[in-house]
């Protein structure tokens, strides 16, 4: 076997080891007796972060908003879920998070199991998630509210350099209670700047552009951008933005409860934005996902 | 200080951040005695004059950034004690004053501190006065404060009272009437605790009697265990004027929360808001702290100091 496949082989074993008691594959190193581990799970703890099977959740009015969902999110990337409106998008993103709670199915992190744990434990484990309409605080400052994002402890200029990412200027915004003295794209960009301070595994943000105007909307574009390169993170956005969709790596598009189409992001923009009209019989045409 | 206990110094330094002595004018009262005072030369703190328990405080006129502390504090059971202090603040002085009240008991017999104080602000003078209640000891102490404030204040002076109930207190009731003169400023931030069966009462009745003169009441109360909070306020404005009240109000557990808001017009050029909402936890507020790695009881905590803050 060649080297780098070998240390691929002892990197992802010891991985699976500590972490699935659910997987098939061990290894001893002591002994270096190798036991059966499937190629197809190796391939899959390398190369993606999360994997969701099967999962299911219906709302209260027993409407069944997820369907036996099965996805699996790749390391490293940034992955835009998209969809019509009522699709299910913000409860999966909910149902990673541990927002809500599956009725059935799995998710496994980082090839763990984590559908068992609750949302303060998934944060643990390293799951970041912004919320679409983010809740106001009384008494609590925006500082007060990033410091806890980071863990209790932030220098003054990781603070400042997280609110400039998210458009805010610092001197303006670090002492201001997170209430209704802040407009709705103020306390938007404070929410995501609380995702971005926690240096999570898989950042969730959920309609990051709703209720930020143009100009805050283009920082964010080029925050996004940046972070896509600059992290280890992978990173999942909810949105039907245009412009978010084409800084994707790989796109998801969600109908009804369910996966329509999962892809590169150059084979399903195009499509998402098929010029033929909202009517287009054209055979690839998967329009209905997104809007301009 | 030699006079002053243990027990003393520790409310001193929950009450009014005591760190072993108070720079600038100061009495401190100790189970219903004087037992520590310093005056300054801005700042003069004598008997009554009509011979009833406590102090005069005589602040000059253009005094600026000076402070005077006038605690009280009981430290043992069976205690009650009742003082009247008055402040007179002279034109265009600004100071802080600082009185802080903790009742400390062992056993459940009632130990009570009543404070009467009356404020005098003189033409464009500024008073920041900064309370804050708490009750030590025994769980089964049987602690009461029940100050009383009465304030007028003059042409284009302001007061800003800070008051707090930190916990521990079994019962409280505040009344603060107050009269305000032709552009004078009033703001009151009140933060009040409770559990177990404490109550709370406040009772404000603010008379806007100048033309121009502001006045902003803002109440958060959290009640936890079985306890109960009520809260009155009377915004009268006899003139031109502005007045907003906000009143808001946690509930945890059994605990209930009354808030009564009245505003009164006697004039068509007064201007005058109230704001009130009681409930419990926003239960986004919690899933949103937990999403940052804090558990419900961590994100509770959180929500209810930063609200009291």
Not at chain 2, 182 to 194: N, Q, S
Request: net charge negative; aromatic share 6%; charged share 25%.
């Amino acid at each position: 076997m060649p080297t780098p496949l070998i240390l691929l082989f002892y990197y992802t074993a010891s991985k699976v080891k500590s972490q699935g008691e659910k997987h098939r594959a061990a290894l001893d190193f002591h002994s270096k007796v190798w036991y059966t581990i499937s190629v197809h799970e190796i391939l899959k703890l390398v190369i993606f972060l999360l994997e969701i099977k099967e999962l299911s959740w219906s709302a209260p009015d027993g409407r069944k908003i997820i369907k036996d969902l099965s996805l699996t999110i790749p390391n490293n990337k940034l992955t835009v879920i998209t969809g019509p409106n009522g699709s299910g998008k913000t409860t999966l993103a909910k149902l990673i998070a541990g927002v809500e709670t599956a009725e059935s199915g799995s998710i496994f992190l980082d090839g763990e199991d984590i559908t068992p744990l609750d949302i303060t434990q998934r944060a643990k484990k390293g799951i970041g998630f912004a919320f679409q309409q983010p809740v106001r605080f009384k008494g609590i400052t925006v500082k007060d509210l990033l410091v806890l994002a980071a863990g209790g402890i932030a220098s003054e200029d990781k603070l400042n350099d997280v609110l400039l990412k998210v458009g805010l200027q610092p001197e303006k915004y670090l002492d201001r209670d997170v209430d209704a003295h802040l407009s709705g794209g103020e306390i938007k960009r404070v929410e995501i700047a609380t995702v971005l301070l926690r240096s999570s595994k898989l950042m969730v943000f959920d309609e990051p552009e709703a209720g930020i105007d143009i100009w805050s909307f283009n920082n964010l574009i080029d925050t996004f951008s940046q972070l896509k390169s600059s992290t280890d993170s992978s990173i999942i956005i909810i949105s039907h933005q245009e412009r978010i969709l084409s800084i994707a790596d790989e796109i998801i598009l969600l109908r009804d409860g369910d996966i329509c189409e999962q892809g590169k992001r150059d084979s399903m923009f195009p499509r998402l934005f098929c010029a033929g009209g909202e009517d287009c019989q054209c055979p690839n045409c998967i329009k209905g996902g997104a809007s301009e | 200080m030699s006079e002053v206990n243990g027990i003393t110094k520790q409310l001193l330094e929950i009450v009014s951040d005591f760190g072993g002595k108070f720079d600038g004018a100061y009495n401190i009262r100790q189970d219903c005695q004087s037992v520590a005072r310093q005056s300054t030369e801005h700042i003069k703190i004598v008997n009554k004059a009509d011979g009833k328990p406590g102090i005069e405080i005589h602040i000059s006129p253009e005094t600026q950034d000076e402070k005077v502390y006038i605690p009280a504090c009981i430290t043992q059971a069976d205690v009650d004690d009742l003082v009247y202090n008055d402040f007179f603040v002279g034109e265009g002085a600004d100071v802080i004053i600082v009185a802080g009240c903790g009742v400390h008991t062992e056993t459940n017999e009632l130990s009570r501190h009543s404070g009467v104080h009356r404020f005098f602000l003189g033409k464009g003078s500024h008073v920041l006065y900064v309370e804050k209640h708490v009750g030590e000891g025994a769980d089964d102490g049987n602690r009461t404060i029940d100050p009383v404030t009465d304030a007028e204040i003059g042409e284009g002076a302001v007061l800003e009272m800070d008051t707090s109930q930190l916990g521990g207190v079994t019962s409280t009731s505040r009344k603060c009437h107050i009269k305000m003169d032709k552009e004078a400023k009033l703001i009151i931030r009140e933060r009040i605790l409770t559990d177990k069966r404490q109550t709370a009462s406040t009772d404000f009745v603010v008379e806007v009697n100048g033309e121009d003169a502001s006045v902003n009441l803002i109440s958060r109360s959290v009640a936890k265990g079985n306890s109960y909070q009520e809260y009155s306020s009377k915004i009268i404005g006899n003139a031109r004027c502005t007045g907003h009240s906000e009143c808001d109000g946690i509930l945890a557990e059994n605990g209930k929360v009354s808030a009564q808001p009245s505003l009164i017009a006697n004039c068509k050029d007064a201007e005058l808001i109230h704001e009130a909402a009681i409930g419990k936890i926003a239960g986004e507020q919690i899933l949103k702290l937990r999403t940052l790695g804090l558990t419900e009881e961590e994100a509770e905590a959180t929500i209810i100091n930063g609200f009291l803050k």
